[in-house]
């Protein structure tokens, strides 16, 4: 077993002092069964604290993180948090709260959630609202089910049909064969956008909904959504908001306004909780009145300003995840809507906006624009230049790690050739826009003049450039041969 200690373990060396019980000690041996303990453990490595912390804070430096660099992670909205929403999640009155406390004794953060329902349905537009889906797929989930029980309460078999764009993000259609409907796609049109004739071509009785992103994952708002919505709703159909890109509209237009039913949102992305790391994320969908009763239970509701959770809904689909959501991010996302109030949450949009048709001027010049117009909080350029040179657009991504920025989103939507999907958000400055811009054309003239260097990239990142293929194929996840 002694070949299995860590390297960096030496004898003797230790970085704690635990002090001696002052109860007798049981013998473990004698006082566990046999089948219970394990004889395989190797032995502890043996380190001091400096050495324990160094190799930990090491470690983390690995990783690139939105507190070190440049994120322009497109249709993701990787931005700056505030750390103090952070704070606020972890005050003891929250954290050492448990989920089968008596109501009276929660009180507090019943309040919060209420008040958090109440402001997401000022934000969308809509009647009520359900903060139990862990995250957004598990929204768009919650959501395909609330319409599948409100056709089914009608009777109304025949709806089996939901429509996507070709522009989709990839869990719409997933998600919608996941609640047994027949997914139909649709083309976009020259400008990017839902292509009327293509839609009309598909509506019929048998349509239950269409899922929009609006704007869309070109960054481009759908100009014609009241045709859209108009179109579908005449059918019988309802219509979905994929709220991955709400972050472009708060307090400029609200998806209730423009027609649709249901909308989920990514409290996770636009309401500030770290993005990325593995979780845990957090959603919330909200609906018109037609559909609230078919909602998740249980609801929170407040009468004569006692808080409480409504588990009498007959007609609710149940529940979509134990207890009531995941409540450290709704702590985050309420503190990031009190902080800016509704005009701060349309400066966002604004400034999402603004950074983001700015960047794209600065950088059109090396790329081609898969639709050159005014954008929405993201663009879509295409590396079709680049790959006529021998460089395509996973290894111009890889190169800019050299960089200390993160790539942008590769190969999506898959209507654009080569393409780079980017997002600079509404908390990046002018110079970081300016400094990505001049590492983007540092890029394109190494692919005119020395293409090896991009196509081998990365060449200063704690891994170098691997075999995708044979990693997928044979994954290897132990720490050491």
Known sequence: MEKLLYEKSRPNRIAHKIPQPDVKMANLQSSLPSKFLRKDLCKLPELSELEVVRHFVNLSQNNFSIDTGFYPLGSCTMKYNPKINDELARLDGFVNLHPYQPESQVQGALELMWHLQEY???????DAVTLQPAAGA?????GLLVIKAFFEHKQDKKRKVVIVPDTAHGTNPATASLCSFDVVEIKSNEYGMVDIDSLKAVLNENVAAIMLTNPNTLGLFEEEINHIQSLVHQVGGLLYYDGANLNAIM????????????????LHKTFSTPHGGGGPGGCAVAVREHLASFL??????MDNG??????????????VK?????????VRAYAYMLAYGGAGLTQVSRDAILNANYLKTLVRQYFDLAY?????????????????????????????LDFKVHSPTMY????VHEALMIEPTETESKETLDSFAQILAKVNEEINTNPELVRSAPHNTPVAKIDEAMAARKLNLCYKD
């Open 296 to 301: 998740p239970k249980p609801m929170v509701k």
């Open 306 to 319: 006692r808080y409480y959770l409504d588990y009498d809904m007959p007609q609710s689909i149940g529940k």
């Open 120 to 126: 997401i349905k000022e934000i969308v537009g809509m």
């Open 138 to 142: 598990h929204g768009e989930l919650t």
């Open 322 to 330: 134990g207890y009531y959501g995941n409540f450290g991010i709704l």
């Open 412 to 415: 999506f939507p898959l209507v």
């Open 372 to 400: 050159d117009k005014t954008c929405m909080h993201e663009f879509v350029v295409s590396a079709s230049k680049q790959k006529e040179l021998g460089v395509n657009a996973s290894q111009i991504a890889k190169r800019l």
């Open 251 to 266: 307090g400029l237009v609200r998806p209730g306004d423009t027609g649709f039913d249901v909308c989920h949102l990514n």
